[in-house]
């Protein structure tokens, strides 16, 4: 099992930047893929990046990419997501999420049995 607690959140202008951290506890955080999600007040949650278990690949929703990056440094348990040039409709709860799996799965939220509890973005306009 991992647990994960979500940090970083606030309130920002449109074209801010922030970076969120997602700090899991464990030994074995290394053999988990890690999801960033975000889910808007009246909206489903959605998928935003995800990263393989060493770090080496990448997956990124359309909307985000050149904007968001997403990075991990096991030797500190940590995944981060590294936004910038946010818009107002950035604007959302973000969570992370860890599964084992790396590959047609990565992007469905159904398929991580692990969450933080989520840290609030907000992008004024």
């Known amino acids: 099992q991992v647990q994960l607690v979500e940090s970083g959140g606030g309130l920002v202008q449109a074209g801010d930047s922030l970076k969120l951290s997602c700090a899991a506890s464990?030994?074995?955080?290394?053999?988990?893929?890690v999801g960033w999600f975000r889910q808007a007040p009246g909206k489903e949650r959605d998928f935003v990046a995800a990263?393989?278990?060493?770090?080496?690949?990448?997956y990124y929703t359309d909307s985000v990419k050149g904007r968001f990056t997403i990075s991990r440094d096991n030797a500190e348990n940590t995944v981060y997501l590294q936004m910038i040039s946010l818009k107002p409709e950035d604007t959302a709860v973000y969570y992370c999420?860890?599964?084992?799996?790396?590959?047609?799965?990565?992007?469905?939220?159904?398929?991580?049995?692990?969450w933080g509890q989520g840290t609030q973005v907000t992008v004024s306009s």
């Open positions: 990263i393989s278990w060493s770090g080496v690949n990448t």
């Open positions: 999420a860890a599964q084992r799996m790396w590959g047609g799965s990565t992007f469905k939220a159904d398929e991580y049995p692990y």
């Open positions: 464990g030994r074995t955080f290394s053999s988990y893929v």
